[in-house]
Structures are given as C-alpha cells and as structure tokens.
C-alpha cells in the first residue's frame, strides 16, 4: 500500500480507489462519480451484471472513507483471492476476457451507460470464469458520443489475439510490456498481410493504426464525428466478430502438453505417484486453502488437489500446455483451478509506478502448499540455477512443499545432459537434502516404483 493509503494498483481513477483496513478491502466512491454510481445501481444493470456473475458484487456499508474530503460511498466488493496479470493468460483466457468486456458494454448501452474504459486488467478469473471487477468504469452514455474506450479495447484485447492467432502465440507477452496494451502501429508491422484479408481486422487494426499515425499529436477536432447508439451496437457487434473469428489451437509443437502419454512412467509408477500425492495431502493441517503447482504442465495433479475445494495456481512457461489446461476447465467447469502462463526462470515482475501497480508472483503470495513434481532438474540443469537458491525461492512460496526429486540416471535428466558437459556436482539426492535441509523439514519420504525418482512432504521450518 503506497503512502496515500490506497492499493497501488487503484490511485489513477478519479471517480474512487481501492483501500485496505484491518485486512477487509474496501473500494471508496468519489463525489465526482456520484451520479454514475446512482445510475449504476438504479437502472438495474448492477443487479444485471451481478446476478449473471459478470460484475463482481459489492455492500454498502457505513465504514468510514479514507478520504472524506472527496467521498460519496464506501463499498465493500467481494474479494478476488487470487489476482491474474493478462500476461500471465493464455490465448483464451485473453479471449473469454476480451468476449465478457464486449458483453458487458453491449449491455450497459441498454441501460443508458457506456463503458469508460476496456483495460484488460478490469477483468479477473473467479470461479473458472472471467468477471469484471471495477464497477466504477461505467458512466452515463451520451447520445452520439463514440466509445471513447475502442483504442484501448482494440489495443489490450484485439490486437494481442490478432498476433497470437496469425503471428506467433507467445507474442502474448507483449501486454507486460506496455500497461497501455500491443500499440496499434506494431501490430500492424507485425501481422502477416494475409491477416488484412479479415474485414474486421483491417479495419479495427490496420486502418485504425494508419488514423492514429495521421493524426499524430494533431488536437481533437472541434466538431468530433457522430456515433448514434445503433452504430455504436454496431461497432460492439463487429468487434466481438473479430474476436470470436480469431482461433489458436496447439499443435503439439513442444511435447510437453503430451509429457505424461509419452514420459518414462509406467502406469503403475503414475498411478502410485498420483497415490503419494493424495496421502501427503492428508497429512496436512489444517488443510491447504491455496496451492501452487509449479510446473504444472497440462493440470493432471493440480486437478488432484483442485478436486478437493482448494484454490489451485495451475503454473507452467508452456502455452500450448497452459491453453489445454484451461480448456479442460472450460469443458468439466472446475471452479478451483486457475491456469496460468508463468515462466519460473523469468517469473512475472513488479510493474507500473514504483514496480506496484501489477503485483510480482512472488509478491502474490505465499502459498499454504506448492507442488513441485518433474520441476527441480528442468531448474538446476536446464537454467542452471544452484539447488540452495531453488531451495530458498521454495520456502518463500509455501509453508509445506511436496518436492520430486529426479536423479542424474533418470532418462528424462539424461536428455538434459546429452548435449552439455555436466557441470553440476551438487545435484545429487545428498546435495539436495542437504540445500532443502536448511529451510525445511522432511516429514516423509517415498520412492515411486519402477524408477530411482524420491517424492518428499516437508515443512518449512520458519
């Protein structure tokens, strides 16, 4: 929280800002954005939005504001317990986003309200569904007032998926870039020129960029064009074809989201894993209410753990492998997963003002539990990072961990090494209980058959 008291992801809008007290958030409404709010809650579009479980709910309640110089309302929005980056999203969570941001507005046109602004990050992921959080985005609609949030939508939704679809998928990561989202202008330098046979995309992208290199710093016009509300359904209608047009589907180009058909575990050896895993999850006290599954791969255990009622991060660097586990959320409806595009070697930063305004993973946490199976050689021989400083970025994300450990004879450690000289003499079963020694504790120890695999329960000791 930065010093004016507010969350540091909350102090640009005006209209009112997130805050924080005796561990309950709280969102403040400003005077200036009185009348909207009113409007909001009175023209039944709150009620709406909330029950078809697009807009976070919030109370009334009579705390105390932060700041009574400039307060209208003091509301308490439902919590989100677990806050997602877009560029932590793979090609269709960004999508789904991108579709629910459009619904919302088409929607709020009817009850005489327009959105003010499309910021991917006024969306996050709740119960295995995309929900809009910021009820302070809608404002009156102005009749023939074009949407003034269309650069932004096209930027921070379609521009990103045009490049993800047509170009290359990992082209994603350009939204943690610039918190204004993909500039129009790359884009267009960007997209293969087959892209501009889509009507939609030459137009809300190409010819979009060309207009805004004309006009430049040039100042708005005096007398702005015209946009009726039927054009203005109009452009929400084409912009949603646009989306819903654009496809990505993996392709097996990787390897890894068929790592569990094609790895060198039996299914005995699977299954018996899959049977360790649940018996160290009871042992634990109380029970874990929210996992890391660092290296996650498609969900396999994630799912283990999810099943459970526990909120699950489902972490893997693999687009291909984070796409297939969100579409496998999408298709059973799990309510307790989240997939997530997160590099370990690269994790998501500190970004915007003062590193703040989009939270590091790290700082997202910790977790009661992280799993890390399959993961610990892709670190330390792969990215070459020592197994103490594996260790300590462990004890910092978790209280109980339940580690596998892979020894050098193990097929999947030896493609490792096939193409580079060993140079990690510490990467043994000894060095690596003693690194992990240090900051945890192991409360039990198995091996899984058929392999010299060590899967570990321990306790971090502080």
């Given amino acids: 929280m930065n ?238 074809g646009a989306v819903d047009s654009l496809r990505w589907q993996p392709r097996n180009t990787t390897g890894w989201e068929a790592y569990y058909q094609q790895s060198d575990y039996g299914p005995e050896a699977l299954e018996q894993k899959r049977r360790l895993v649940g018996q160290f999850l009871d042992q634990l006290r109380p029970p874990p209410r929210l996992t890391w599954d660092l290296g996650a791969n498609t969900g396999l255990f994630s799912r283990m753990i999810s099943s459970r009622g526990i909120l699950t991060i489902s972490i893997d660097s693999d687009a291909a492998c984070v796409e297939r586990n969100f579409q496998e959320c999408v298709r059973t409806g799990e309510k307790n997963l989240l997939p997530l595009l997160i590099d370990l070697a690269n994790p998501s930063p500190g970004l915007g003002w003062a590193h703040e305004e989009r939270s590091s993973w790290m700082d997202r946490g910790p977790a009661d539990l992280v799993l890390a199976l399959a993961l610990l050689h892709h670190l330390a021989i792969a990215n070459n990072v020592p197994l103490q400083r594996i260790a300590d970025l462990l004890a910092k994300a978790g209280r109980w961990l339940i580690i596998e450990f892979i020894p050098k004879e193990d097929p999947q450690v030896q493609r490792l090494l096939a193409y580079r000289d060993d140079i990690f003499p510490d990467y043994s079963r000894e060095g690596f209980e003693r690194c992990l020694g240090a900051l945890f504790t192991t409360r039990r120890t198995e091996k899984i058959q058929g392999t010299e695999r060590l899967l570990y329960l321990m306790e971090r000791t502080s």
């Fill in 3 to 240: 010093a004016g008291g507010t969350l540091p992801s909350s102090f640009r809008d005006p209209s009112g800002f997130l805050f924080t007290r005796e561990g309950i958030l709280y969102r403040q409404v400003n005077r200036s954005y009185g009348a909207f709010y009113d409007h909001l809650m009175q023209s039944g579009l709150y009620r709406e939005l909330t029950e078809s479980s697009w807009l976070v709910p919030h109370a009334e309640v009579d705390a105390p504001p932060l700041r009574a110089d400039c307060a209208y309302r003091v509301i308490r929005p439902e919590r989100i317990p677990f806050i997602s980056h877009p560029y932590e999203w793979c090609f269709s969570q960004l999508k789904e986003a991108a579709l629910l941001t459009l619904k919302i507005q088409r929607r709020a046109l009817e009850a005489g309200m327009s959105l003010k602004d499309a910021s991917a990050s006024n969306v996050q992921f709740l119960n295995g569904k995309p929900i809009f959080i910021d009820s302070l985005s809608f404002e009156r609609y102005s009749e023939g007032r074009p949407w003034i949030a269309y650069r932004q939508f096209c930027q921070q939704f379609l521009a990103p998926l045009a490049l993800m679809s047509r170009r290359d998928v990992r082209l994603g990561r350009l939204l943690q870039i610039d918190p204004a989202g993909v500039p129009l202008d790359l884009a267009d330098s960007l997209l293969p020129i087959s892209a501009w046979l889509s009507p939609a995309l030459f137009l809300h992208l190409h010819l979009h960029a060309k207009a805004q290199q004309r006009l430049g710093d040039q100042p708005p016009p005096k007398n702005p064009p015209r946009m009726d509300r039927r054009a203005f359904v109009g452009l929400i209608d084409h912009l949603k």
